[in-house]
C-alpha cells in the first residue's frame, strides 16, 4: 500500500546541517518530492527526485534516495532561522494520474 | 507568470450552508489537483482533471463534494451541505504534462461552524 512517513520534529541551531528523512512502502514510487510549508501558507516545491537517481543537489539541498530501503532524506546545509517551517515528503507514481501521497511532515525549528 | 491562485482565501461558515472555492492554475498547466490539508496532517489527495475531464476522485470525495474545470482553465469545488468535519484547508495545485512537479496555491482556509 502506500504509505509515507516520518518523523515529526527536528531542532538545529543556526549554521549547522539538518537532515530530514522519510520513508515509503511502495516500491513503484517514480518520483519523490520535497515540499516546505510555512504558517498558514499553502506548499513550496522545493525539489524532486526520479526514483532510478541516487542522489540530487541544488545548492544548499541535497537529496539521498536509497531505493532498496526505501528512504528518503534531505539534507539543508548552513539551516537559517527562516528555514523553520514544516517539510513534507511525498510520491507519486506511474500507475496512476500523478496524485501525490504526502507523509505528514517534520516541523524544522532553527534557534538562533 | 504569478503561480496558482485560489479564492477565498478564507471562508467561515455554518453547518449546512455550502461553499464554492476557486482555483486559477499556472497558465499553459493541463493537470490541476485538489488537496485537503486538516491540521498536522500532510495534504489527502481529492481529485485530479486533465483539461476539462475530471479523470481521478477519491474516496474521500463524499457526494456533498463536486469539482468542475468546465473549460479546461480555472477549477471550482462545491461542498453542499457543510459539517464541522469539513473544516480543514482546501489546496489547488497545478503541472503540465512536460514535467512530474506539482505547483501548489495557497490554499482556502474553510472554517463549518
Known amino acids: 500500500g502506500e504509505d509515507v512517513e516520518q518523523s515529526l520534529f527536528l531542532s538545529v541551531r543556526e549554521g549547522d546541517s539538518s537532515v530530514i528523512n522519510c520513508t515509503y512502502t511502495?516500491?513503484?514510487?517514480?518520483?519523490l518530492y520535497w515540499y516546505k510549508q510555512e504558517p498558514g501558507a499553502g506548499l513550496q516545491l522545493l525539489t524532486y527526485?526520479?526514483?532510478?537517481?541516487d542522489m540530487k543537489q541544488d545548492q544548499r539541498l541535497t537529496v539521498l534516495l536509497n531505493k532498496k530501503d526505501k528512504h528518503l532524506s534531505l539534507r539543508i546545509a548552513d539551516t537559517q532561522t527562516g528555514d523553520s517551517a514544516i517539510y513534507f515528503c511525498?510520491?507519486?507514481?506511474?500507475?496512476?494520474?500523478?496524485?501525490?501521497?504526502f507523509g505528514q511532515g517534520t516541523t524544522l525549528q532553527v534557534k538562533p | 507568470d504569478t503561480g496558482v491562485s485560489q479564492n477565498p482565501r478564507h471562508k467561515i461558515t455554518k453547518r449546512g450552508q455550502n461553499v464554492t472555492f476557486r482555483c486559477d492554475p499556472i497558465?499553459?498547466?493541463?493537470?490541476l489537483y485538489w488537496y485537503r490539508q486538516t491540521l498536522g496532517q500532510g495534504p489527502e489527495f481529492l481529485t485530479y482533471?486533465?483539461?476539462?475531464?475530471?479523470?481521478?476522485k477519491s474516496r474521500l470525495l463524499s457526494d456533498r463534494f463536486s469539482a468542475e474545470r468546465p473549460k479546461g482553465s480555472f477549477s471550482t469545488l462545491e461542498i453542499q451541505r457543510t459539517e464541522q468535519g469539513d473544516s480543514a484547508m482546501y489546496l489547488c495545485?497545478?503541472?503540465?504534462?512536460?514535467?512530474?512537479?506539482?505547483?501548489f496555491g495557497p490554499g482556502t482556509r474553510l472554517l463549518v461552524l
Open positions: 495545485a497545478s503541472s503540465s504534462l512536460a514535467e512530474p512537479a506539482q505547483y
Open positions: 511502495d516500491s513503484s514510487s517514480t518520483y
Open positions: 527526485i526520479f526514483s532510478n537517481m
Open positions: 511525498a510520491e507519486s507514481f506511474s500507475s496512476n494520474t500523478g496524485k501525490l501521497i
Open positions: 497558465s499553459e498547466h493541463n493537470r
Open positions: 482533471f486533465q483539461n476539462e475531464a475530471q479523470l481521478e
